[in-house]
């Protein structure tokens, strides 16, 4: 028979973390399910990162975001949370309990807690993932601070590349590189970011190679220009993809209402709770946290939020049902 739990959490970065420490010391004794259903490592993009320093509670420097993780880790083992490091392979969320499937075991639940996160959109340039947090960043909230009074490019022509790219400027000087003289991005932010004196741009540029230092970082792109062909040298102290995220969904397709990117819908408009905000999704008794639900922020801190958030929900619902 397959093993039966009160709580399966899925995905294991802040998200699935605090929802584990929330669940385990309300006494569920909730099963994790730490891999990141083939979209990155146990732990979560936090795992690539280096120095975290907008994370509350580490005030000199900051914390290494492995360490973070492992910390949060532990404290979700000593609330009662088991911890397996595996990827889940199918979910069938049709009726209760609920069937989640792993490579090596079968399980079921009476409720489940996506955490499975979103991995940012790359250009697929070979060795692309192994310079993140080296040079290579995805986030200019998380890492733009680094790069006070620098030069920094950002690759891209959507809104994501336009709020970047704005944002940088509080810190550095910015070049927007990108492949077309047509932008995604709407005319507002576009026009916000001609109107910034402190943002130049780069046109039919395509990104085809990352520069690097002897030591192995990034110190800027090898280009194509698009309309001549010409390849061109951009260098600069750091280099930030803005070319969006893709939530790891791909597992509730079909099962779990989203909207048109793939984030799993959340709250009233899934038929939760209408008096307040909630991390319901449209099947009740399964709970959705962190970047899998939030296109907006997509921070640590506001990831662990929603995981708290999911383990009340989760904890209350469970009562409601006897």
Known sequence: MPEHHRVIIIGSGPAGNTAAIYTGRAGLKPLVLAGFTRGGPPGGQLM???????????????IDGKKLMGAMRKQGEEMGATYIDTDVDAVDLSKRPFKVVTADAEYIADSVIISTGAR?????????????????????TCDGAFYKKKHVLVLGGGDSAMEEAHYLTHFADVTLVHRRE????????????????????????????????????????KARNTKTGQSNDIEADGVFVAIG??????????????????????????????????????????????????HTYRQAITAAGSGCMAAIDCERWLGEQG
């Open 48 to 62: 690539l990162t280096s120095e975290i320093e907008n994370f509350p509670g580490f005030p000199e420097g900051g």
């Open 120 to 140: 940012s959109r790359l250009f697929g340039i070979p060795g692309e993932e192994k310079l993140i947090s080296r040079g290579l960043h995805t986030c200019a």
């Open 182 to 221: 047509e932008f995604r991005a709407s005319k507002t932010m576009l026009e916000r970011v001609k109107k910034n004196p402190k943002i130049k741009m780069r046109l039919n540029e395509q990104p085809v190679e990352y520069l690097l230092r002897a030591n192995g970082t990034v110190r800027g792109i």
């Open 245 to 294: 995220h893709i939530p790891n969904t791909d597992l509730f397709k079909g099962q779990l209402k989203m909207d048109d990117n793939g984030y799993i819908i959340t709250g009233a408009a899934a038929g939760g709770p209408k008096d307040h905000p909630s991390t319901y999704t449209n099947v009740h008794g399964v709970f959705a946290c962190g970047d899998v639900q939030d």
